[in-house]
Nanobody
Framework: QVQLVESGGGLVQPGGSLRLSCAASGRTFSTYYRGWFRQAPGKEREFVAAINWNDGFTFYKDSVNGRFTISRDNADNTVYLQMNSLKPEDTAVYYC??????????????????WGQGTQVTVSS
């Protein structure tokens, strides 16, 4: 089992920045991908970003590419999501996730085994 705990959400004005953190504990050696997803009210959960835990290769949703950066700290088993130039449409609950599947599709929520509890991000003036 892997336990994931997110932190760093909050209220920010348009154009502002936030950094989300996701700390993992438990059988973290079994994870191949770590990802961030988000869910806005009345909408389905959607992919935001992911990172291959072994080689650091990253994946992004088109609308956040260039504004968001996913990174990892192998020593602390923590993944970060740096969010810059935030827009009102980025408002959502953000979830971190971990996949134990070697050949997972990193953009697919169905390929992730473990999920955090979520952290609210609100972008509003």
């Amino acid at each position: 089992q892997v336990q994931l705990v997110e932190s760093g959400g909050g209220l920010v004005q348009p154009g502002g920045s936030l950094r989300l953190s996701c700390a993992a504990s438990g059988r973290t050696f079994s994870t191949y991908y770590r990802g961030w997803f988000r869910q806005a009210p009345g909408k389905e959960r959607e992919f935001v970003a992911a990172i291959n835990w072994n080689d650091g290769f990253t994946f992004y949703k088109d609308s956040v590419n260039g504004r968001f950066t996913i990174s990892r700290d192998n020593a602390d088993n923590t993944v970060y999501l740096q969010m810059n130039s935030l827009k009102p449409e980025d408002t959502a609950v953000y979830y971190c996730a971990a996949s134990s599947k070697l050949y997972a599709s990193p953009r697919s929520a169905a390929d992730y085994d473990y999920w955090g509890q979520g952290t609210q991000v609100t972008v509003s003036s």
